[in-house]
């Protein structure tokens, strides 16, 4: 793909509603993903694609998730899947292979599990690092932004990734409900965070496995 196409592709994705957008080359990491190698034996490359929140949304969050953040939560799944579509439309009609992954399908909830990492697509393609969050913390926005991938055949640029940021920011850590939170990305306590997130779903605060807490206090700092 000329770099001039590739361009005016990102451009017309951002002006679609995306708010960062990146590609990379995922041969390495295939094994990881819950899909069937045969299925995307010729996909090596993958397109990111991340969608800010709310803040003022998020703001709304303060001990326990709420209705308007998991409203907000499943629509910008939805524009987010739509716009995969509509990239997965493009590359067909000059030829490539698409294969769209649902922006919020877990295959199994306890371990948090997708078809694939969505962060690790993202921060490969360099839009940003692993939080102590244990999610994808861009410089522009912090964690507030949900990912899409779309995995192809088209030989695309890799990104240039970026080494963990976080910095003298703790404040993940100081909100976290759960207490799962440490100051470093792999001591992140995911069964910790499950159980909360259990917890937030039978007091009925909304019908799914979300929280949003980090993800309100993690925001770029000016």
């Known amino acids: 793909m000329k770099e001039d196409f590739i361009d005016n592709f990102k451009l017309e994705v951002l002006n679609a509603g995306?708010?960062?957008?990146?590609?990379?080359?995922?041969?390495?990491?295939?094994?990881?993903?819950?899909?069937?190698?045969?299925?995307?034996?010729?996909?090596?490359?993958?397109?990111?694609?991340?969608?800010?929140?709310?803040?003022?949304?998020?703001?709304?969050?303060k001990d326990h998730p709420t209705k308007i953040y998991f409203h907000h939560y499943k629509m910008v799944n939805m524009f987010l899947d739509q716009l995969a579509l509509k990239i997965t439309a493009i590359l067909q009609n000059e030829n490539n292979l698409a294969f769209p992954i649902p922006a919020?399908?877990?295959?199994?909830?306890?371990?948090?599990?997708?078809?694939?990492?969505?962060?690790?697509?993202?921060?490969?393609?360099?839009l940003g690092w692993i939080g102590r969050n244990n999610l994808l913390v861009t410089p522009e926005y912090g964690a507030q932004v949900r990912f899409v991938t779309i995995l192809t055949d088209l030989k695309l640029p890799q990104g240039e990734t970026m080494d963990f940021n976080c910095g003298d920011c703790f404040d993940c850590i100081e909100t976290c409900p759960a207490q799962a939170i440490k100051e470093l990305p792999s001591e992140f306590d995911h069964i910790s965070c499950y159980n909360k997130l259990d917890e937030f779903?039978?007091?009925?605060?909304?019908?799914?496995?979300?929280c949003g807490i980090c993800v309100r206090s993690c925001r770029k700092k000016v």
Do not use: M
Request: hydrophobic letters at 40%; one cysteine or more; proline letters at 0%.
């Open 104 to 126: 919020s399908q877990i295959v199994e909830w306890k371990s948090q599990t997708a078809h694939l990492s969505h962060k690790e697509v993202a921060y490969l393609a360099g």
């Open 201 to 210: 779903k039978k007091k009925n605060f909304v019908g799914q496995h979300i």
């Open 18 to 61: 995306a708010s960062v957008f990146g590609t990379t080359c995922i041969k390495n990491i295939k094994d990881k993903f819950n899909i069937s190698k045969d299925e995307i034996k010729d996909l090596n490359y993958a397109i990111s694609i991340g969608f800010r929140l709310s803040s003022k949304i998020l703001d709304s969050i």
